[in-house]
């Protein structure tokens, strides 16, 4: 039994669950409900209302962008159905992973390697599809969920924002902005990150600045031809921003003698791309090599033990990133052995330095495998890799203009080749992959208040972008996007790290100025695009529950005197703290509202595997209805 509530009342009701987002975590949500109705008998029916402003997907998946816009995620790898390994309170919903759902529909890739749709050729496990393709999926996904509650289940969604949370005779009313409150007894928030679009660079109202990425293209329409904008990132925001200025305005990319090369259409405005860092994001590489492995260094024993050696609290930096970079040397040698003598035999091998582990010398067995290859493996420049380690290799990357945008193209040349051979290929690809493989041990280091004060602010000021900008770049068909567009001279990449932004309302641009840069660099622009999230600087600011919760002392903020963590204060079981110190058990907050107190929330759920979101959602569940089951199936 479905509705859609909108009139100005109250809706009052008996065990209510009310789910505000229905992105990735909230279905993930609304499916362990289901599941968890299907498997127990209530007595008393269920409400579960779902808040949100649309009922289709995110921004991010809207189903009406266009097709150029990309998954850096390959169709097999995606799956909005949970794997037992991640829920154990009950059985998940069994369904096809985006591979294989779009073969379901006969989907099929054209030429051009970006739109879906009746013609082309078969899509395979490892293309990339369009983010729409995966709004679809989830709007499939979300009607699905719905047919299979049972009959003491009722879903009742609303097509709003909600604004403010009042606590009544041990119940809550979550007030929306359409003038509909709703009493719910426990209550879910996984709203994806609360961003503040009007935090300026400079504070005036008469600057051209559009401080939300999406939705694409429409956030840069404005932007014409004979105008410069200056787009402030350098990932996948800022990657998709390139292209909606590109190839979203009737421009082409071409293959000439195997080298991609961009035709422009004349409707391209200059572009400026920068970052506080400078680095680029390092390309999805291609697939095919065994990944996985069990750790030898960096394990959850090992943490373990480092807290007993150094405290409960750890130093990433200190304790934590020697035992990634064994790691990467390890997981760098397997694939070097497996390329050269097969990978039966990278696995003996990875065997013999386990032992070497235990017996205390892996480092010297490591040595010994580097002495002999003319190739010098080093992750930390291979983890860190910047203008500023590469004085012997790039002596002029920060002399000038000229030599950083050299620096920055040889860069991603080098790391395109690396993506195009693979994991099958590039030991050093395979490397860095294992910074991926071990995230889930790096979120055990590392959440809830495990590294010191000091330590978190470094770790999700520095560390944390460094992960993703290794994991989490874009495919390797856009590095060569990037750089065919470098080459035509529509992108530049002038200004090198951390420039300086100014509103010069004189004249109506935007002045940027290098800073690192030892011969002085200053550019002039009609736009600034923020090609990242910006964050209010505190939860109160926020106009909508999240910041309404926050002034009533609902919840508090982690670390407010960090300049980087904006995360929800939550304890273990993902319930907000409030400004006395007490936790609400009857109030969940998962997702992105938490990065600072956990780590890496903001992924895309894979098939058959275990997956932290699923997990907990399960956890959350389990709880609700142990409360109100009468008895078992």
């Not at 097999?76 to 591979?99: E, I, M, R, W, Y």
């Not at 395979?124 to 979300?142: K, N, Q, T």
């Not at 969920?145 to 097509?159: M, N, R």
Request: hydrophobic content about 35%; overall charge negative.
């Amino acid at each position: 039994m479905f509705h859609s509530k909108n009139s100005e009342t109250s809706l009052h009701s008996n065990n209510s669950i009310c789910i505000v987002g229905t992105g990735f975590r909230g279905l993930g949500i609304l499916e362990r409900i289901v599941a968890h109705s299907r498997k127990y008998k209530i007595s008393k029916s269920i409400k579960v209302h779902l808040v949100d402003r649309t009922s289709e997907a995110p921004d991010q998946y809207n189903i009406h962008q266009p097709d150029y816009l990309l998954l850096n995620i390959v169709c097999g790898q995606v799956s909005v159905f949970p794997d037992n390994a991640s829920v154990h309170s009950c059985p998940p919903t069994k369904g096809p992973s985006l591979f294989e759902w779009v073969r379901e529909r006969k989907l099929r890739l054209a030429d051009d390697g970006f739109t879906v749709g009746k013609n082309g050729r078969e899509i395979e496990y490892d293309d990339f599809l369009p983010r729409r393709i995966l709004g679809e999926y989830l709007a499939w996904y979300r009607e699905l969920i719905k047919s299979q509650t049972a009959s003491s289940i009722e879903i009742i969604e609303h097509k709003a924002k909600a604004m403010d949370l009042r606590a009544i005779n041990d119940r809550f009313v979550v007030d929306l902005n359409n003038g509909v409150s709703l009493d719910t007894d426990y209550l879910f928030l996984a709203v994806g990150h609360i961003t503040d679009p009007n935090q300026l660079y400079h504070e005036d109202i008469t600057a051209q600045y559009i401080g939300k990425p999406y939705p694409l293209p429409e956030q840069i329409e404005a932007v014409k031809p004979d105008e410069t904008i200056a787009i402030a990132g350098l990932g996948l925001s800022a990657v998709d921003s390139i292209l909606a200025l590109t190839i979203g305005r009737g421009g082409k990319m071409q293959i000439y003698d195997g080298e991609v090369q961009y035709v422009p259409s004349g409707k391209e405005p200059k572009i400026i791309a920068f970052s506080h860092s400078g680095l680029p994001y390092r390309s999805r590489p291609a697939l095919g090599a065994p990944l996985a492995y069990e750790p030898i260094a960096f394990t959850r024993n090992g943490v373990d033990a480092l807290r007993k050696e150094q405290g409960t609290q750890l130093d990433y930096d200190r304790d934590i990133l020697p035992l990634i970079f064994l790691e990467m040397r390890i997981a760098y040698r397997r694939a070097q052995y497996g390329i050269d003598f097969g990978w039966e035999k990278a696995n003996i091998l990875l065997e013999n330095l386990r032992d070497a582990f235990n017996n205390g010398n892996l480092e010297s067995e490591l040595d010994k495998l580097d002495s002999v290859d003319s190739v010098v493996f080093d992750p930390k420049l291979a983890y860190f890799e910047s203008p500023f380690m590469h004085d012997s290799f790039y002596p002029n990357a920060l002399l000038n203009s000229e030599g950083y945008e050299q620096w920055f193209q040889r860069f991603l040349t080098k790391d395109l080749n690396e993506a195009r051979v693979g994991t099958m290929h590039s030991s050093f690809k395979t490397a860095l992959e294992a910074c991926r493989e071990f995230r889930d041990i790096i979120r055990y280091a590392v959440e809830f208040d495990g590294l010191t004060e000091e330590s978190t602010e470094r770790f999700f000021s520095i560390h944390a972008q460094t992960l993703n900008r290794i994991g989490v770049g874009p495919q390797k068909e856009r590095t060569a996007d990037i750089l065919a567009l470098i080459k035509s001279k529509i992108l530049h990449v002038p200004l090198g790290p951390a420039p300086t932004i100014l509103w010069d309302s004189s004249i109506g641009k935007w002045k940027l100025k290098s800073s690192m840069l030892e011969e002085k660099q200053e550019i002039y622009a009609d736009w600034l695009y923020r090609g990242s999230i910006s964050h209010f600087k505190n939860l109160v600011d926020d106009p909508t529950i999240v910041g309404a919760m926050a002034r009533r002392g609902f919840l508090r903020q982690h670390y407010p005197e960090s300049n980087v963590i904006k995360a929800v204060d939550i304890d273990r079981n993902y319930h907000p703290i409030s400004s006395s110190g007490t936790a609400n058990e009857h109030i969940w907050i998962m997702g992105l509202l938490c990065e600072g107190v956990t780590f890496y929330n903001g992924y895309v759920t894979s098939p058959r595997k275990f997956v932290r979101a699923h997990y907990d959602a399960d956890n959350a569940v389990a709880k609700i209805f142990s409360l109100l089951q009468d008895n078992t199936v």
